[in-house]
């Protein structure tokens, strides 16, 4: 019993760690590393529980997230693309000032110091029907399946064919390979890169709105606590790989897991809770030697 | 199946292009036929690459006109070049390494089966059949699912011809096609060229090497000084015609001099061998000496293990078997400390190796000299001693240059190269490592770099000379070693009157 309700609740925060990694990938395809996938992150919770206490509904609450985080993916891609910011210095100011200005926002409007609770939050619904918390092994984890999370993994199935054969995915790949290439047979490289960073931002709102509103309905400014760079790590892991980086995604989620449970047992929380990132790291280690080995053979 | 297209002309006649205070076309007219090639040669600087960007729209003339089948055309983007007929086949290939060659094939004119814009499935089966009867037409051997990282460098050009010709291009400019390719390689693509010119396309084929024009073009068009100055059928003129027309009579004639006899053993190679890096060649058994006074030529067909060998020299690749300078060995020492025992190093690849393209002209050319007095005073740089040398060294080579803190990439091809040669022989060093000295470079400035050879050869320096231009191993060398597969396979004496065996040895190896 221990050990499945361990896989439904590493299957469950891998969610939000997926949904940004996806948007991350295509992003970086197009030739853009993304730092900024955290601060969208952030915004798409904050936006998700108001508009879900506002409306009551989950689907306008995640669809509002996203195009929040779209708009800010855009606008921050418009800054590397026609301003010439450097990316990394870009996405490290997009974090800082996201951050920042939710915080100021929640003590000028809310009056409150770092938690937003709203009442009326309406939570993401369990799509599939009681009563299957006993199937063996999975049953809680199917119990819990959430429409987001449902979303995320159509996505990472349906993102290698997309890439591999659509106009736009050709593209995406054309741009981040060689720019100038593409920009000579005619495409629009900086619009298309404006777009993934858009589709990164798309993402990781939904990202956000799944850490709001899947269990607990509201916001606190650490929500996010460094998941968009974990599935920044996850994609990098995978080497832009939707399946690969997937599969990153999910050992990450299933140490989150792990580490809320050892917590549980009382280890030292603040120790234990370093576990994914010192995983992460261990992680970018040994695929970049990986990557130096083979180069040198 | 898609027909090739129809014949076609382009034509420009009295283009003129104006930069601020520089003319770099005065007067320029120029007609290609269809089923013809067109050679247009010059030297650097003469003004073909602006004369191919106003031909191709990406830049508009500032007198003159142009017409595409008689018609009066007037150009704004490369997309209004293509969309009436006219490619352009460029030195640095558009083509994305990590996509395959079908990927690259349609890229940016994807065929659709049902077509939902941007989000439309791309029909593979028809590109390939597409790329296919392309291929097979001009006859090329193109494998679509290769990565066009792994391909072969005139691969990529066929790609890239193949792409136009499918876009509905009719005339193609073709930028120095063959700077990039082997000599096998450029026979492939010299039988392409010719291929599509009885199909009616009508190519106009860049170049400056008067070889290439003779054995393959119809028709050839002398640039000099922005201007078109001499214009004829091939048939009707000869290689020094050529020659002259493009520098105005002033070629320095290069010829073998009667070489001094080698004195002393100065670098000796001894069984060096190699294992294969990240798909690099192997090297097996080398074993060559260079006396002071002598160059030694390295012939062979590109990729044979050339560039392998001279980097275990000067210390970039790691090797076993035994390299002395002076009885000194030099194998466990790294480049800097190889450059101290008197190595210098004329690299292949002068944009990335030989020069760092961003940074000034003076930082370059006291590159590797700021660790000693008096450019380095206590740890500081200083500066007016640098520029003062800097500028001691470009005079001593004239190297025609601006400003000294211009960044270099400002400088022809032939003064970047004599630049890095003022660099390299300042120390006085005793080993001169010449890797292709003239690729990219003019024919003054290939007569200017020989001398430069000779002097160096003259004041009792060993010169390893590395080229795949047969006439300069020729014109240079006391002997000339050939390397096949990774090995020495011959030295010949007396090159100039061994040609035809130095020639069999490169294609057979040992076998001649």
């Known amino acids: 019993m221990q050990f499945e309700h361990l896989i439904a609740s590493a299957i469950m925060l891998t969610t939000p760690i997926l949904l940004a990694a996806m948007g991350g990938l295509i992003n970086r395809r197009a030739g853009i590393v993304n730092i900024g996938l955290e601060a969208k992150m952030l915004a798409g919770a904050f936006v998700a529980v108001i508009v879900s206490s506002a409306t009551g509904s989950w689907i306008i609450a995640s669809l509002a997230a996203a195009l929040a985080g779209a708009a800010i993916g855009w606008l921050f891609s418009l800054s590397i693309t026609r301003a010439g910011a450097n990316m990394i210095v870009a996405g490290l100011g997009l974090n800082i000032l996201v951050a920042g200005v939710l915080g100021f926002i929640l003590s000028w409007v809310y009056r409150s110091s770092g938690t937003l609770r709203l009442p009326d939050v309406a939570l993401l619904p369990k799509i599939l029907p009681s009563g299957l918390e006993f199937v063996p092994l999975v049953g809680p984890a199917l119990a819990m399946l959430d429409p987001l999370t449902l979303l995320a993994w159509m996505t990472t199935g349906a993102l290698p064919f997309v890439l591999a054969s659509t106009r736009i995915g050709l593209w995406i790949r054309a741009t981040g390979n060689a720019s100038e290439m593409a920009r000579s047979v005619g495409l629009q490289h900086l619009t298309i890169q404006d777009f993934t960073t858009a589709c990164a931002g798309f993402f990781s709102g939904l990202a956000g709105a799944h850490l709001a509103l899947v269990s607990l309905g509201l916001f606190n400014e650490g929500l996010t606590s460094g998941r968009g760079f974990i599935a920044l790590a996850a994609f990098y892991f995978g080497r832009d790989r939707p399946i690969t980086t997937a599969f990153a995604c999910m050992l990450f989620g299933a140490l989150e897991a792990a580490q809320i449970r050892l917590q549980l047992e009382g280890l030292p929380p603040k120790l234990i809770g370093t576990l994914p990132y010192v995983m992460v790291l261990i992680a970018l280690v040994v695929v970049s030697i990986q990557a130096q080995r083979k180069s040198s053979t | ?512």
Request: aromatic share 4%; proline share 4%.
């Open chain 2, 1 to 512: 199946m898609r027909a090739l297209p129809s014949p076609a002309g382009l034509q420009a006649v009295g283009l003129r292009k104006i930069y601020g205070s520089v003319v770099a076309n005065r007067n320029m007219s120029i007609a290609t036929q269809a089923g013809s090639i067109h050679a247009v040669v010059g030297e650097n600087g003469a003004g073909k690459s602006t004369l191919m960007r106003l031909l191709q729209g990406v830049e508009r003339p500032d007198g003159g006109e142009i017409f595409v089948d008689g018609v009066r055309v007037d150009f704004t983007n490369p997309g209004d070049a293509l969309r009436h007929g006219i490619g352009m086949v460029h030195q640095e290939f558009m083509i994305a390494p990590d996509l395959s060659l079908l990927e690259n094939l349609v890229l940016g004119e994807e065929p659709v089966k049902r077509s939902w814009g941007p989000l439309s499935w791309i029909d593979w089966p028809t590109a390939r059949t597409q790329g296919q009867a392309l291929a097979d037409q001009i006859g090329a051997l193109i494998d679509w699912d290769q990565r066009a990282a792994n391909a072969p460098v005139h691969i990529l050009q066929f790609v890239e011809i193949i792409r136009l010709l499918r876009r509905g291009c009719r005339t193609l400019i073709l930028d120095e096609p063959t700077a990039v390719l082997a000599p096998v390689q450029v026979d492939e693509l010299f039988a392409l060229l010719r291929n599509l010119r009885t199909q009616g396309t009508a190519l106009l084929f860049i170049s400056h090497k008067i070889g290439e024009v003779m054995a393959l073009a119809d028709e050839v068009t002398v640039i000099r000084q922005g201007e078109t100055v001499f214009h004829s059928s091939v048939a009707e003129c000869t290689a020094d015609e050529i020659s002259r027309h493009i520098v105005n009579g002033e070629l320095h004639h290069v010829a073998n001099d009667e070489a001094p006899q080698p004195q002393s053993e100065l670098l000796s190679i001894a069984s060096l061998n190699a294992r294969s890096v990240n798909r690099s060649h192997t090297l097996h058994n080398i074993s060559l000496t260079i006396g002071s006074g002598e160059i030694l030529g390295i012939a062979g067909v590109a990729g044979n293990g050339q560039n392998e060998l001279v980097e275990c020299l000067v210390g970039l690749r790691p090797s076993s078997g035994l390299v002395t300078l002076n009885g000194i060995a030099l194998s466990a020492l790294n480049p800097s400390q190889r450059r101290r025992h008197g190595i210098a190093y004329i690299s292949a690849d002068r944009r990335h190796e030989g020069l760092s393209m961003q940074a000034s002209i003076e930082t370059n050319v006291v590159a590797g000299s700021h660790r000693t007095s008096p450019i380095s005073h206590g740890g500081w740089l200083n500066r007016a001693a640098m520029r003062k040398i800097a500028k001691d060294r470009l005079q001593a080579l004239d190297v025609k240059y601006d400003r000294p803190s211009d960044p270099v990439s400002t400088l022809s091809g032939g003064n970047q190269q004599k630049l890095v040669f003022a660099r390299e022989i300042a120390t006085s060093p005793q080993v001169l490592i010449a890797s292709q000295p003239t690729r990219g470079v003019d024919l003054n400035g290939i007569a200017a770099i020989h001398q430069l050879i000779r002097d160096f050869r003259d004041g009792g320096g060993a010169v390893l000379l590395i080229s795949e231009e047969l006439d300069e191993l020729i014109a240079l060398s006391t002997r000339v070693a050939v390397i096949a597969d990774g090995t020495i396979v011959g030295t010949v004496k007396a090159p100039a009157s061994n040609l035809p065996l130095i020639g069999r040895m490169m294609l057979q190896g040992a076998a001649a």
